[in-house]
């Protein structure tokens, strides 16, 4: 096959599952999209080389977390993005789908670009340690610790939360 022919191959197969985690690394699918495409086209030219990778899709993954972070240390990327609710209907409530969404959204946005990286690539990709220190570039341990750490802040955060609705549940009974 010739270098145009695997490229757009390997797009077909993979673009829904990077899709999938740049949704979750940027939280709007249309920077998710734009994400993807910034990867594709970054990669395009030295294919070879990623072909070339014990594992392509670890190869692309990593380009796209690099992407990702490299966009996030931009000062345009402090805009707060807001996403659209799906038009279809499929009998899903989807007010309490958006509301799940929006809250683990805005949960993995408080904390660090590189935890979120990790617990996405871990909880929503389920990525081994081994595949999540690749993409990243760096240790085993950092990866364990970044995910340890991404883990304990989203359950104070969920403690906190709690302890508000709890408290506001309160004051309206009182």
Known sequence: ??????????VREHTATLLRSAYLLTGNSMAAEDLVQETF????????????A??????????????????????????????????RIDGRDIGVEVT??????????TLPDRQRA????????????????????????????????GLAALREQTLRENALNNADAEGRQA
Request: proline share 4%.
């Open 1 to 10: 096959m010739d270098h145009d022919a695997v490229f757009a191959q390997f």
């Open 41 to 52: 086209v970054r990669l395009f030219p030295k294919w070879d080389r990623v072909q070339a």
């Open 54 to 87: 014990d594992v392509p899709m670890a190869y692309v993954r990593r380009s796209m977390v690099n992407g990702f972070l490299n966009q996030r240390r931009r000062p345009s990327s402090r805009e707060i993005v807001v996403d659209e609710v799906p038009e």
């Open 100 to 109: 799940n969404r929006d809250l683990v959204w805005r949960m993995l946005t």
């Open 118 to 149: 990790a617990l996405v690539m871990r909880f929503f990709e389920d990525l081994a340690d081994e595949q999540i220190a690749e993409s990243l570039g760096c240790r085993l341990g950092t990866v364990r610790s970044l995910i340890s750490r």
